[in-house]
């Protein structure tokens, strides 16, 4: 058993039978809600501590920064306000993508090719008006834990480098335990893991030409698929994993990556195994440049970490809502 959180670690997940090899199905009292139940009643008083200034951060981005941003499909959303009377006004969204800004991916967004949607919820369950592993699970009872900033970017420029936006670096599991190591933090369970790799304000600088230029090239930075990295994540108790940039892994996936047979439709991305086997959503695009530089100021990596996605019932992803107290 895993001395984290008490269920088994991914290497005994391994040896379940069957269609749960390698899941954590089954293995959580709320069968929706996945790993964020490691961040539980305790975790969520334990993480008060972390506010010591009183200081609040918003961790979204504006819903249409990233238009153009990398996703081809996905674009900002049309405000428009309109009056009924002199005394009125009132607004409305059109073309609004739940994923296109600041993001939570929810156990919709990824089936795994070789095992399914989590908890072996059924294809046809997964649709316009169903409830079943919708993202409201984690509206309806919000996500309130210990976020830890790991300062992927400070390490990388404490050590004279840069990393390589432009060329989508792939980030090594080894920076994120170098981080982790310089920055004196340990992880508890239930806690979110926030990667600063400063891609996000990176690309936002850029001229438009440029962000297209980016996003045709298919390039962005991200961490390296690896076994370490997603075992990492469960062994752990992470309730999430979140970063600054596009897809918290690299894309294109490495050529490298353990995940190309099992996830051939993902082309070896990491996103079925954390999602679709193991419960745990992935956080995209948030707005940590601030908050890191203010934590860097107080060499104080942890804050408390409110996160409620939007109740939209059977929603696949949805913006983050994060809000971090220091």
Not at 30 to 47: I, N, V
Not at 96 to 111: A, K, M, N, V
Not at 161 to 170: E, K, L, R, S
Not at 273 to 285: I, V
Request: contains cysteine; negative net charge.
């Amino acid at each position: 058993m895993n001395h984290r959180h008490g269920l088994p670690s991914r290497r005994e997940l391994q040896q379940r039978p069957g269609p749960l090899r390698g899941t954590s199905w089954d293995l959580f009292t709320d069968p929706w809600r996945g790993a964020p139940s490691f961040a539980d009643e305790s975790a969520t008083l334990a993480a008060a501590a972390s506010i010591q200034t009183g200081e609040v951060f918003g961790l979204d981005y504006a819903l249409d920064a990233f238009d153009p941003g990398m996703s081809k499909a996905r674009k900002g959303p049309t405000h428009t306000i309109y009056s009924g009377h002199p005394a009125h006004r009132d607004d409305y969204l059109d073309g609004f993508y739940l994923q296109g800004s600041t993001q939570i991916d929810g156990l919709r967004h990824r089936r795994a090719d070789d095992a399914g949607f989590y908890g072996g919820v059924p294809d046809d369950k997964i649709s316009e008006g169903t409830a079943d592993l919708g993202i409201q699970v984690w509206a309806d009872s919000p996500i309130v834990t210990r976020g830890v900033l790991v300062d992927i970017a400070g390490y990388v420029e404490s050590q004279g480098q840069a990393i390589d936006h432009a060329g989508g670096q792939p980030l090594t599991f080894e920076l994120v335990q170098q981080s982790l190591v310089a920055q004196g933090v340990e992880l508890r369970t239930g806690d979110i893991a926030m990667l600063h790799t400063g891609w996000g304000e990176w690309f936002l600088d850029l001229e438009e030409a440029q962000k297209h230029g980016q996003r045709d090239s298919g390039r962005a930075t991200g961490m390296a698929q690896s076994e370490e990295f997603v075992d990492w994540a469960w062994d752990n108790g992470l309730a999430m994993v979140a970063a600054d940039n596009f897809a918290v892994e690299c894309l294109p996936p490495a050529p490298e990556s353990p995940f190309t047979t099992s996830a051939p439709n993902d082309r070896g991305m990491m996103h079925q195994e954390l999602l679709a086997k193991l419960g745990l959503p992935l956080g995209e695009l948030w707005r940590l440049g601030p908050l890191a530089r203010r934590m860097r100021q107080l060499q104080r990596w942890h804050a408390m970490l409110v996160v409620k996605p939007l109740n939209v019932l059977g929603g696949t992803g949805s913006p983050a809502n994060a809000t971090a107290l220091l």
